[in-house]
């Protein structure tokens, strides 16, 4: 239920972000749309892979810094 609930309010933002983009004109409405794009895409990469076993494995080996 409760990825239901996200997949929905992301489907909004993505629906709000692309009428916005869609009305403005220019170089203005891209980098709006960029900036509210970001943290969401972030997200789903930070989450994709942290799943991942190969980043796992490969992530023992690394320094905290790295």
């Not at 794009?37 to 942290?50: A, D, F, G, N, R």
């Amino acid at each position: 239920m409760k990825k239901l609930n996200w997949v929905i309010l992301l489907i909004g933002a993505l629906s709000c972000t692309l009428v916005f983009a869609a009305t403005n004109q220019g170089e203005k409405g891209t980098t709006l749309t960029q900036k509210m794009l970001k943290p969401l895409i972030e997200l789903q990469c930070q989450s994709e892979l942290q799943q991942s076993k190969l980043w796992k494995a490969s992530s023992l080996f690394m320094s905290e810094a790295k």
